[in-house]
């Protein structure tokens, strides 16, 4: 099947480390997200990226880092710089550039940081 | 900027009753609208969309939504709500005239009683 598998789902880290999440697509897609999810405030943006080797930042990229090097990879690590680290984190993939093609999520990684 | 507002926080309906979500956006050029629906400790889940054309949208699930250009709104509808409707609904929102980025409401968590 198709799809985003993200990776692990639930995830504990104590403060002061760095943590990388995982996030592979197999369904071809340019286009790839990450959004961070808290309680009553809906997705925020951290970052997007749009083809191999190069991705912009979203509304909340600060504490964060990405890479593309591969199509189907976009991994998200949360720095020790993220001052409130612990949310749901949600990888999308998108097959198009522009703005008419809906996106695709995973089922998301629970961070927890103490 | 785009934005979404979905102005209640939570949608109680009785089984079989008609179900309303709303949601009313802001968008400099013509928008491109969204609704997705969220199990817990899940992805988002693509419900429909609206590019162009019929103001009626008809999606997965039963669920419908309608466009309102003069009201700038977008309401998720379905005409006998199920149990296992209960779930957080979002709108989300992007600029028609190019710019990539997704902008999602708060979401509304809805609760259908048996």
């Given at each position: 099947?198709?799809?985003?598998?993200?990776?692990?789902?639930?995830?504990?880290?104590?403060?002061?480390?760095?943590?990388?999440?995982?996030?592979?697509?197999?369904?071809?897609?340019?286009?790839?997200?990450?959004?961070?999810?808290?309680?009553?405030?809906?997705?925020?943006?951290?970052?997007?990226?749009?083809?191999?080797?190069?991705?912009?930042?979203?509304?909340?990229?600060?504490?964060?880092?990405?890479?593309?090097?591969?199509?189907?990879?976009?991994?998200?690590?949360?720095?020790?710089?993220?001052?409130?680290?612990?949310?749901?984190?949600?990888?999308?993939?998108?097959?198009?550039?522009g703005a008419v093609a809906p996106?695709?999520?995973?089922?998301?990684?629970?961070?927890?940081?103490? | 900027?785009?934005?979404?507002?979905?102005?209640?926080?939570?949608?109680?309906?009785?089984?079989?009753?008609?179900?309303?979500?709303?949601?009313?956006?802001?968008?400099?050029?013509n928008p491109y609208l969204f609704?997705?629906?969220?199990?817990?400790?899940?992805?988002?889940?693509?419900?429909l969309k609206y590019i162009t054309g019929d103001?009626?949208v008809?999606?997965?699930?039963?669920?419908?939504?309608?466009f309102?250009?003069?009201?700038?709104?977008?309401?998720?509808?379905?005409?006998?709500?199920?149990?296992?409707?209960?779930?957080?609904?979002?709108?989300?929102v992007r600029?028609g005239?190019?710019?990539?980025?997704?902008?999602?409401?708060?979401?509304?968590?809805?609760?259908?009683?048996?």
């Open positions: 099947d198709g799809g985003i598998t993200q990776s692990p789902k639930y995830l504990f880290r104590k403060e002061g480390q760095n943590v990388t999440l995982s996030c592979e697509q197999n369904l071809n897609h340019d286009a790839m997200y990450w959004y961070r999810q808290d309680p009553g405030q809906g997705l925020r943006l951290i970052y997007y990226s749009q083809i191999v080797n190069d991705f912009q930042k979203g509304d909340i990229a600060e504490g964060y880092s990405v890479s593309r090097e591969k199509k189907e990879s976009f991994p998200l690590t949360v720095t020790s710089a993220q001052k409130n680290p612990t949310a749901f984190y949600l990888c999308a993939s998108s097959e198009d550039q996106l695709h999520f995973g089922n998301g990684t629970r961070l927890t940081v103490t | 900027a785009q934005s979404v507002a979905q102005p209640e926080d939570q949608v109680n309906v009785a089984e079989g009753n008609p179900l309303t979500v709303k949601c009313t956006y802001s968008v400099s050029g609704w997705y629906v969220q199990y817990p400790n899940r992805g988002l889940q693509f419900l103001n009626l008809k999606g997965s699930y039963g669920f419908e939504a309608e309102n250009k003069s009201q700038t709104s977008f309401h998720l509808k379905k005409p006998s709500a199920l149990v296992s409707d209960s779930a957080l609904y979002f709108c989300a600029d005239r190019g710019n990539n980025r997704l902008a999602f409401g708060k979401g509304n968590q809805v609760v259908v009683i048996p």
